[in-house]
């Protein structure tokens, strides 16, 4: 490949990095979430679903305006920045980790409880009564059951991170190696007529889209087989 | 401890579960096996769920040979009671290998503690299990799975354990190949038990003690023969009524092949390959299989004739009589049901406290406890 632009690739490690940064927030506070919701018996829990699961229906740039109002200036966003002496959380590299968590929540909570309710309240209770602890339960039991819904909803949120592009531009701006993110890139080439580089981008998210989907339905059938 | 008064098992649950109120309340001796029996939906599961602590009944308590599990102010979870639970379904751990699963809640070995602890080779000869430990959950058959389950309950060393309907989910066969099992726990380790059944067969074969359960409420308490033998009961009622005797071998006539057995009141012959004297066996002899005379038959080719004196009588129908015999001359001896005719009745003058003899034509003798016969 000749005369490519030095730093196309930077976007793309940028990306990597946001998606898996937020994978791994999304796996730490998406599972208790998503405990919760499989085994409460609150009568507004699912209310609470419905607001985790609002990002899927909600225009991105709806949610991204709002993010933005959030973490600009005069929100709490501002406040948190001036601790460190910043105006405002927006148009950051952490910022844009915190609206992407936001906006994956859904694709990684929905897979996860999905997997517990289907763990059902047996092996709980089974666990119980060999004397394991409710942590020792989860920890032994429940994760381990509820395995292809973790390995789910970490490949959603991952691509669906990798993918978002209106909360990105809302909120994150197009900072070369602290925002400028893939999808923003493949935009910004189209903008400049750069088709060549455009073309190498959206052909690479493509081929990824489809090894995710691949993978996705690859874990749906083992799953079957093995709950069968 | 309390050492003098024997451990006793003190339960009474209160309250409203789904559909049905519960008000059960009973105290069971904390050893051998005692059948919780009733029919279908009667509560008896729930019962032994509050016994867990899977279940929580406010204004309920439960105590076990002195524990206070549940009372105003107490309520242990599950986890802090030391109980073995098997389910109705194995519920094995389907990510865990049989091995895994059997070792899931036993202690760890620095901890082993008390001397009478279950070994772990001992539940795998006992159950059978030895072919079993590296395979998945998945590939055992319904049978097998219940045979992990209950080793799995046992390893953790539980000081009471609770079985729910552990065969009702298995077939005949299958029943058949794992109750020998059970009898042999009950026979090898001084573990007490509590086991749900709606299956009379199950209770007969186990249960030294039972409750017998009826919507939501306890009927009685007592040791199995008595239930069985009181005609107030629905139990001795049933057409299939019966009682059961722990039995002793006295003797064996290889030449006939037949055991003599000692039972409370009396000796019964029955046919059976060779065992030990001394060794313990159940009989199980039903109402109908019992006719009476009032002079010891000389000529038949019925081979248990045993005294006994009428107690009590109930009609059962318009033309049956229900009979409650004591075994024994001067009637000291455990109780048997007969089932007669009316006419059979008027006949021969039968009345309460007269002497007569009961002829037996079947008698059921289980399967040795020790698993050899």
Redesign the interface.
Known sequence: MTNLPPDIWQPVWLTIELAAITTVILLIVGTPIAWWLARSKAWWKEGIAAVVALPLVLPPTVLGFYLLVLMGPDGPGGALAALWGGRTVAFTFGGLVFGSVIYSMPFVVQPIRNAFDAIGDRPLEVAATLRASPLKAFWTVAVPLARPGFLAGAVLGFAHTVGEFGIVLMIGGNIPGSTKVLSVAIYDYVETSQWREANILAGGMAAFAFVVILTMMMLEKRTARIRA | MRALSPPTIRAAFRGQLGGFKLDAAFTVPATGITGLFGPSGCGKSSVLRCL???QHLPASSCEVSGEVWQDDTTFL???HRP???V?Q?A?L???LSVRANLL??APHESVKTHADAVEFDEVIELLGLAKLLERSP?NLSGGERQRVAIG??LL?QPKLL?MDEPLSALDRLTKDEILPFLERLHARLSLPVIYVSHDITEIERLADHLVLMQAGKVLAVGPLAELQSDPKLPLAIARDAAVNFDAEVESYDSNYGLVTLQIDGGRLLVPSAPVASGELRRVRIAASDVSLARELPQASSILNAVAARIVTTSPVGANEMLVVLALGREGHGGRLLARLSRRSWDLLRLAEGVDVYAQIKGVALAPGRDGHA
């Open positions: 867990a602590g899977l979870k599950p986890h109980i073995g639970y389910f379904e519920s751990f389907q990510h899931y809640g998945r799995r309950a953790s609770l």
